[in-house]
T-cell receptor, first 116, second 114 residues
Framework: AQKVTQAQTEISVVEKEDVTLDCVYE???????LFWYKQPPSGELVFLIR??????QNEISGRYSWNFQKSTSSFNFTITASQVVDSAVYFC?????????????FGQGTRLTINP | GAGVSQSPRYKVAKRGQDVALRCDPI?????LFWYQQALGQGPEFLTY????????KSGLPSDRFFAERPEGSVSTLKIQRTQQEDSAVYLC????????????FGPGTRLTVL
C-alpha cells in the first residue's frame, strides 16, 4: 500500500529564515502523483502543487520550491524567506489508484510556525 | 469562482444520534471525495463518487456510514448512531477530472460526539 512519511511533526523558525519540509513516500506504482497541501487554522486544505512521477524537474513558485528525487523517494518543500502568513500545517500526499479514480494518501503533516 | 462548500461547519451530537453532513462541490466537477481527519492526523479517504455513481466506498469505517450524491452534484455523508470515535473533521473534495486530479477541498465539518 502507499505510504507517506513526514518525519517532522513541528518546526518553528524566525521570520525570513528558509525552511525545508521533508516528505518520503512508498509506492509500488510506476506512475503516480505527489502533492503538497497547506492547511491554515481555518481548516481548509489549500492545493499548492502536483507532480507527475515522470517529471523530476524541480519547481519554483515565488518563495516556494519543491525538490523531487525519485532515487530517494522524496518530495521536499522549501520556503525561502519565510513569513508569518506561512504558518500552517503542511501535508504531503501521494496518489493511489482506486476504482475509477485516484485517491490521496496523506502524511501526518508538519506544523510550521513562523515567529515574528 | 465559488469553491467547495460544506455545511454545517460545526456539529455537536449526542452519542447515538444520526447526523447528515452536506457538501456542495465546485460547479461542474464530476469527481467528489470524502475524507475523515482525526485530530493531529492527515486526512483519510472514505469514499468517491463519479457523477452520481459511488465507485469506491472502501474507506467507510463501518456500515453506520453512508454517502450519496443522487443528482451528481451535492453530496451528503450520513452517520447513523454516532459514536465518540466518529469525532473528527469531515472533508469534502471535488475535481473536474473523472480520475480525480487535482482535488480541491472544502473547509470541512467538525463533528464532536459527546
Amino acid at each position: 500500500a502507499q505510504k507517506v512519511t513526514q518525519a517532522q511533526t513541528e518546526i518553528s523558525v524566525v521570520e525570513k529564515e528558509d525552511v525545508t519540509l521533508d516528505c518520503v513516500y512508498e509506492t509500488r506504482d510506476t506512475t503516480y502523483y505527489l502533492f503538497w497541501y497547506k492547511q491554515p487554522p481555518s481548516g481548509e486544505l489549500v492545493f499548492l502543487i502536483r507532480r507527475n512521477s515522470f517529471d523530476e524537474q524541480n519547481e519554483i513558485s515565488g518563495r516556494y520550491s519543491w525538490n523531487f528525487q525519485k532515487s530517494t523517494s522524496s518530495f521536499n518543500f522549501t520556503i525561502t524567506a519565510s513569513q508569518v502568513v506561512d504558518s500552517a500545517v503542511y501535508f504531503c500526499a501521494l496518489s493511489e489508484r482506486i476504482q475509477g479514480a485516484q485517491k490521496l494518501v496523506f502524511g501526518q503533516g508538519t506544523r510550521l510556525t513562523i515567529n515574528p | 469562482g465559488a469553491g467547495v462548500s460544506q455545511s454545517p461547519r460545526y456539529k455537536v451530537a449526542k452519542r447515538g444520534q444520526d447526523v447528515a453532513l452536506r457538501c456542495d462541490p465546485i460547479s461542474g466537477h464530476v469527481s467528489l471525495f470524502w475524507y475523515q481527519q482525526a485530530l493531529g492526523q492527515g486526512p483519510e479517504f472514505l469514499t468517491y463518487f463519479q457523477n452520481e455513481a459511488q465507485l469506491d466506498k472502501s474507506g467507510l469505517p463501518s456500515d453506520r456510514f453512508f454517502a450519496e450524491r443522487p443528482e451528481g452534484s451535492v453530496s451528503t455523508l450520513k452517520i447513523q448512531r454516532t459514536q465518540q470515535e466518529d469525532s473528527a473533521v469531515y472533508l469534502c473534495a471535488s475535481s473536474s477530472s473523472p480520475s480525480g486530479f487535482t482535488q480541491y477541498f472544502g473547509p470541512g465539518t467538525r463533528l464532536t460526539v459527546l
